[in-house]
Structures are given as C-alpha cells and as structure tokens.
C-alpha cells in the first residue's frame, strides 16, 4: 500500500491547502483555479489511459481527454474567471442534486428506513442552491465554493491522516 508517512504528508498538506484557501483573498481564487486546473488535466490524462485500454468508444475518451486538459489549461491561464464559473457550477449542481435526492427518498421510502434523511438532504441542498445562485449577490455563489473546497480538503486531510496511522498499524 506504500509509506505511511505518505498519507501522513499528504494528509497534513490538505489541511494546509483548506487552511489557505479558508483565508479567502484573491490567493484563494488562485488556489482553486489552480486546484480546478489540475483536476482536469488528471481527468484528461486519464481519459487517455482508458482509451488506451477499452475497445469500443475510443475516440470519445480521447475526446474527452482533450476538452479536460484545456479546460485545465484554461483555468491557469483566466483563474478568475474559472474562481466565478466553477461557483456557479456548485451552486446549480446543488440545485439539481437535491431534487434529484428527492425524488430518490420518495422512491426508496418502502425499502429504505432512513429514506427521510435523503429528502431533507435534497430539501438542503435546494435552499442553499437557491441561495448561492441569486443573480442580486454572486458573492453568494463564491462564498459556497470557498466552504465546499475547504471542507472537502479538511475531509480528505483528516481521512488520509486515519489512513496513515491505520497502514502503519497494519505494516508494523
């Protein structure tokens, strides 16, 4: 599984990263554009690999690929333009993720038992994309991927710090 010293490290420069991107100043419109940009040029790159290795629907991979590195290589070059897209993105992505949860609650509410909190998470997630997509206040918007990336980062760091502890428990 490799070092546990490497969750370790990479754990603690997530907690860093949400610690920066917390402070919230034009550094952290760059810390995400960056962030964004390299998500879609490890997207495109993988693209690449998995047209490398499916048989059918090559071309589409490649395609996307294609499209993920320039996006990629557009968000370095306008960060404060991908900064404001990327908040809009969250805010309807919220919008449509929470009806969609509920309609999934309604659906599952026979074989689920906690089929009630997927519809107050989708009821959530409604409010708070309305709120952040308000055309009166974009700030709104920024202010929601701002908290969405530091706490995803808080998440992730906190995760791989459990796992470095836990590969060392099992490898020594």
């Known amino acids: 599984m490799g070092p546990w010293w ?21 550094t952290t419109v760059w810390a995400i554009a960056v962030f964004a940009g390299a998500m879609f040029i490890a ?7 998995i047209a490398s290795q499916v048989d059918s629907w090559k071309w589409l991979h490649v395609v996307l690929g294609i ?13 404060g333009q991908t900064f404001l897209v990327l908040a809009a993105i969250i805010a309807w992505y919220l919008l449509f993720d929470g009806i969609f949860n509920i309609v999934l609650a309604i659906m599952t509410r026979e074989v689920y038992d906690l089929w009630w909190l997927t519809l107050l998470l989708g009821i959530a997630e409604i409010f708070i994309g309305f709120w952040a997509i308000s055309y009166e206040n974009p700030g709104r918007s920024v202010v929601l991927l701002v908290v969405w990336v530091a706490a995803t980062a808080i998440a992730r760091g906190i995760g791989d710090i459990f796992l470095a502890f836990r590969v060392k428990k099992l490898q020594g």
């Open 6 to 26: 490497l969750f370790l490290i990479t754990g603690i420069v997530w907690l860093v990263f949400a610690f920066f991107v917390l402070s919230f100043d034009l």
């Open 43 to 49: 997207g495109g790159m993988m693209q690449f690999l």
């Open 67 to 79: 499209v993920a590195i320039i996006a990629g290589l557009m968000a370095f070059v306008w960060p």
